[in-house]
Structures are given as C-alpha cells and as structure tokens.
C-alpha cells in the first residue's frame, strides 16, 4: 500500500519538478535531499545542480558523502561559502538558530541561482517535518525557497520506499 502511494506521489513529484525548468537543490547528502536531487536530475538533467553549503559546522566526512551521493546520481555538487558563525544571532544558541543557519544558506543558494541564470531553489523538507518546530521552514519560505517534497504531501517513509525503490545509498 505504501509503495503505491508513494509511487503516486512520485508521479505528482515529477510533474511539479518539471513545471520549475531549473533548480538548485539544498543539498545534505542525507535520505531526503538525495531523492529529490535524484528526481530532479531524472526530470532536468543538468538543468538540476545539488549545492551544499561550506562551512565550519559541516563535518569533512558529510561533505565527501554528499559528494559521492551527487556523483552516483550523475548530478554537478556545488559548494557555497556560508559563514553563520559570524552571525552572533547563530552563535547566541537560541530556539531560533535554525533559521538564521538556514537564512544564511539558502541566502547564498538564491544569489547562485540568480549568477547561474536557475529559475528556483528547492530544499528536501517532506511532510512530516509539517508537524515539527522548523524555524529554518520559515527561513526558506522568506527567501523564496520551494519544498516539493511537501507540495506533493510526501513523508519520510514514502521517500525511503522509493529511495530503495531508485537504488539510493541513502535510503535507509
């Protein structure tokens, strides 16, 4: 049933991806950004690039397999400069950290965006994240930053299924 489902919701998923032309997708290496990044390479080939923010808070390690991740999809990684450890906001350690982290990123991702002529930013939140505290949700929305991933009503399991589905080392 849940293969179904999300195999429907694939469907809508890259119908929406290919109404945007071209996207950078925020990318974590992690379950949910690598199958959007896979989709919309699927959908836009080298019209959809995976870009990574670089920056002090991200261990090596993560940034390799998020490397590695892009390469196997076939997709162009990216890495941008960020520096929210500068912003004492960030560094302060509040409730809302999340967003200036992410006002930070998704800040730099739009400016690639716009120098590279890529019509949208895209990030992996998925429905469920609909139900936590996401102070970074409210960043991406103010910089216009688009969630497929929730505009289809897809969760976490659904995106596991067809990351398994696709072969991704990330799936589980």
Avoid at 50 to 68: D, F, I, K, N, R
Wanted: glycine share 6%; aromatic share 6%.
């Amino acid at each position: 049933m849940v293969e179904a489902v999300a195999t429907r919701k694939e469907d809508k998923l890259r119908g929406l991806l290919a109404s945007l032309n071209s996207v950078v997708v925020s990318f974590s290496g992690g379950v949910d950004s690598s199958y959007l990044l896979k989709i919309a390479h699927d959908v836009l080939g080298d019209n959809a690039i995976a870009a990574t923010g670089l920056s002090q808070t991200y261990a090596p390690e993560e940034m390799e397999e998020a490397h590695v991740v892009a390469r196997d999809i076939g997709a162009e990684y990216v890495l941008v400069d960020t520096a929210e450890l500068t912003d004492p906001r960030y560094a302060d350690n509040t409730h809302q950290r999340c967003f200036f982290c992410k006002s930070e990123l998704y800040g730099k991702l739009v400016d690639l965006a716009r120098q590279r002529e890529i019509q949208w930013v895209i990030d992996g939140s998925n429905a469920d994240d609909l139900d936590d505290f996401r102070p970074g949700m409210r960043a991406a929305r103010d910089l216009g930053v688009r969630s497929p991933l929730q505009e289809v009503g897809m969760t976490k399991a659904e995106i596991r299924v067809q990351s398994a589905f696709h072969g991704l080392r990330t799936w589980d």
